[in-house]
């Protein structure tokens, strides 16, 4: 049996609706940084150190710039305005982050099959998963070939930025387009079509860490009522 993720994947994907929703629901910004740092502390778990740093740096110069910086600028407050509202949806797209980088594609059907959800929501979801690895995949192994080569680098893409998404850009879509003929070919092969339920090699089960992560979700939900209380 395999399973990627530390957690439960159903449980992985009731966290990351309720977090985002708490997040882009109107009176909770109190709660951007117990979130942040819950999502910090699951990036590290699945050993994305370069995507946590990523994050939390970005909530650290939105904070920095609105706080110290934006306001001794002509016009600042607009932009100001306009960088904390968008704070909450980079902490958003960060859950995402976590969920896709942490589930793989039988993971994923395998749990929505235990929940009972139509094969019409699995499978798009599924493939969508699948296709977003490979062209990720593709994507750096291009970088890396054309890098090779000295048609790609910070230099060449400041230099000649057209020439550089042309090099980058055209044999992407091409990869694309051949691992989109690959994916139905082995969606056909599994039986995606089929009318029976398939099964999953994938370890499903709610243990320890998904009670633990449960009760993170619900501190955060409790702390966002409480704010909103006491507005």
């Known amino acids: 049996m395999h399973s ?68 001794h600028v002509p016009g600042g407050a607009v932009i100001t305005t306009a960088l904390l509202y968008t704070v909450p949806y980079v902490i958003a797209a960060g859950y995402g982050y976590y969920f896709v980088r942490s589930t793989t594609p039988s993971e994923l059907s395998g749990g929505l099959n ?28 291009i970088t890396d070939a054309m890098r090779l080569r000295g048609l790609f680098g910070r230099a060449a893409a400041v230099r000649h930025p057209l020439r550089t998404v042309e090099y980058v850009l055209v044999p992407l879509l091409a990869a694309a387009v051949r691992s989109g003929e690959d994916l139905a070919a082995s969606a056909m092969c599994r039986g995606l079509g089929a009318p029976v339920r398939p099964t999953t090699t994938a370890r499903l089960g709610f243990g320890i860490r998904d009670a633990a992560l449960a009760l993170t979700v619900l501190a955060l939900a409790a702390l966002a009522t409480f704010w909103k209380l006491t507005e």
Do not use: K
């Open 4 to 71: 990627r993720g530390w957690f439960d994947v159903r449980t992985r994907l009731i966290a990351v609706i309720v977090v985002d929703l708490l997040l882009l629901s109107s009176g909770t910004r109190f709660i951007q940084v117990p979130a942040l740092l819950v999502l910090a502390v699951l990036l590290v778990s699945e050993r994305a150190i370069r995507g946590a740093a990523w994050f939390t740096g970005a909530w650290a110069a939105c904070m920095a710039l609105s706080r110290w910086v934006l306001p």
């Open 114 to 141: 235990r929940m009972r959800v139509p094969r019409f929501v699995i499978t798009p979801l599924a493939v969508m998963l699948r296709f977003t690895a490979t062209v990720r995949e593709d994507a750096v192994a």
